[in-house]
Every structure is written in C-alpha cells, then in structure tokens.
C-alpha cells in the first residue's frame, strides 16, 4: 500500500500566520493517464472532512485562496496563509491514484 | 445542495451483521461512483470500499474484503454497506462519500454514522 507521510504532526499557529504542511508519499503519485490525485482535507472538530485541495492545487468550491497547495511526485505541500480561527483543526491528504486508496495520519492544527 | 444522510448504525456484537445506508439528495446520483470511508474513535480516516456509477464494479480494502459489500439502488438514490461477520476492529464513524470520476477525489460527505462492535 501507498504510505502517505504528513508531517508535522501538530501545529501551533498565531492568528494571521502562515501554515505549512508536508505530504511525502511511498511512491509516485503520478498516474498513468497524467492525472495526480492527490488531494487535501480538513476535519474540524466535530465534522465531517471537507475537500480542500483536489489534484494537487486545486481549490474546491467556496476555498478561499489563503488556502494553496502544491507538489509533484511524491512530495506535496498545503500552505495556509493568514490563518483564521475557522481553519483549526485536523488536515489530511489522501491519494487516490493507487488501491487501495490512503490517507495520511493527520496534521493538527492548533491556536498559539 | 448536495447531501448525504448516513443512517443504520449502532451496537452491534461481535460476528453480527450491520447494515448502512446513505440517502443521497442534490445531485444525479447515478452519474457518480460512491465510497465508504470510516475513522476510528481518535483514529484518522481509512477507505473502506468503492462502487461505481452502475453498481458493476466494486473495490475494498483488504481487512473488508469478503465480509462487507458496498451496493447502490440508482433508482432510489441510495448507497448500502453491509457490514457481516462484525470485529471489534470495525468500530468507528463510517462516512458515505461522493467521488467524481473527473476530479479523482472525494468531494462531499455525510455527517457520519457510528458503529460500536462489542459484546
């Protein structure tokens, strides 16, 4: 299986301040018809995941661009910009180009 | 507005049978594959199984296979996991989800449902 290697494991950002996180995968996530499918999640407390970033740096709809991704490979990275009260919580990546399709651990995200 | 409503969980003993659904609402549901995942009180998120637009194709992980089966009835907009031969390490929030083809992700998610594997 694809392991996804997100680090750090938790985060203690001010408010306003610049976020990031890695997403370092076992193998390449290039798949065969070109496409990445590597995509980013965030959990808030008590919530469902919701899709951030899809194929690598692709905002979903309503993200606002604080939120950036980029990456290529196996080497990835969510970039939070500005951060707001509403953007704590847990992140992940998740790779959808191989079965069986994996998460990384999780990112938390915390208020310094 | 999409939505995706989970329902079905609980306790359940272990070797028992579950079954969930998910009733899908604010969108061709026939048009998209579907998917379990399910997270682990505390735990992160694992992929449990994915279906495709017409049923005919199915994926599981492999701690799955051969005890759950994922399903989908087009007509009633609705996706099933039957859950049989219940461990202890089944336990946790399953969440049905959306999963576009074109985008390759997951895009929207239920609220969740939670299952508790214990005698």
């Known amino acids: 299986d694809v392991v996804l290697t997100q680090t750090p494991v938790s985060l203690l950002i001010s408010l306003g301040g610049q976020a990031s996180i890695s997403c370092r995968s076992s193998?390449?996530?290039?798949?065969?018809?070109?496409?990445?499918?590597l995509h980013w999640y965030l959990q808030k407390p008590g919530q469902s995941p919701q899709l951030l970033i899809y194929?690598?740096?692709n905002r979903f709809s309503g993200i606002p661009d604080r939120f950036s991704g980029s990456g290529s490979g196996t080497d990835f990275t969510l970039k939070i910009s500005r951060v707001e009260p509403e953007d704590l919580g847990v992140y992940y990546c998740?790779?959808?180009?191989?079965?069986?399709?994996?998460f990384g651990a999780g990112t938390k995200l915390e208020l310094k | 507005e999409v939505q995706l409503v989970e329902s079905g969980g609980g306790l359940v003993q272990p070797g028992r049978s579950m079954k969930l659904s998910c009733a899908a609402s604010?969108?061709?549901?026939?048009?998209?594959?579907m998917a379990w995942v399910r997270q682990a009180p505390t735990k992160g998120l694992e992929w449990v199984a994915t279906?495709?637009?017409?049923?005919?194709?199915?994926y599981y992980r492999d701690s799955v296979k051969g005890r759950f089966t994922i399903s989908r009835d087009n007509a009633k907009s609705t996706l099933y996991l039957q859950m049989n031969s219940l461990r202890s390490e089944d336990t946790a929030t399953y969440y049905c989800?959306?999963?576009?083809?074109?985008?390759?992700?997951?895009?929207?998610w239920g609220q969740g449902v939670m299952v508790t594997v214990s005698s």
């Open positions: 989800t959306r999963g576009p083809y074109n985008s390759g992700d997951f895009d929207y």
């Open positions: 604010g969108f061709t549901f026939s048009s998209f594959p």
């Open positions: 279906i495709s637009t017409s049923g005919g194709s199915t």
């Open positions: 193998q390449s996530l290039v798949h065969s018809n070109g496409n990445t499918y």
């Open positions: 194929q690598v740096s």
């Open positions: 998740l790779q959808r180009t191989h079965n069986p399709n994996t």
